[in-house]
């Protein structure tokens, strides 16, 4: 069982600064990777950012340059920096992980609740 708490969310006028965090908690053995998705209304779930435990960290086009990930490998937690939001970025925003479980075999994801995010002046 892995339990996924975010925070961050709210309302910002363009041009205006969010950060949120997420923590994993649970029955994780190594984490694979964490990071952040939005969806929209009416649209599918969409990569924001994704830090790997080795390798790149990936990035959506349209939030290159204004976005940054951030994790802390020993608390189990991610962060992201919003800046430059625009209101395009309104959308209810999801942490995820992607780890080995006791128990279990292979990598299993995991998604948060959410958390609104909304861009409006």
């Known amino acids: 069982q892995v339990q996924l708490v975010e925070s961050g969310g709210g309302l910002v006028q363009p041009g205006g600064s969010l950060r949120l965090s997420c923590a994993a908690s649970?029955?994780?053995?190594?984490?694979?990777?964490m990071g952040w998705y939005r969806q929209a209304p009416g649209n599918q779930r969409e990569l924001v950012a994704v830090?790997?435990?080795?390798?790149?960290?990936n990035y959506a086009d349209s939030v290159k340059g204004r976005f940054t990930i951030s994790r802390d490998n020993t608390k189990n937690t991610v962060n992201l920096q919003m800046n430059s939001l625009k209101p395009e970025d309104t959308a209810v925003y999801y942490c995820y992980l992607q780890a080995s479980l006791i128990g279990k075999h292979g990598l299993r994801s995991s998604w948060g609740q959410g958390t609104q995010v909304t861009v409006s002046s």
């Open positions: 649970g029955s994780i053995v190594s984490i694979n990777a």
């Open positions: 830090a790997p435990s080795s390798g790149r960290t």
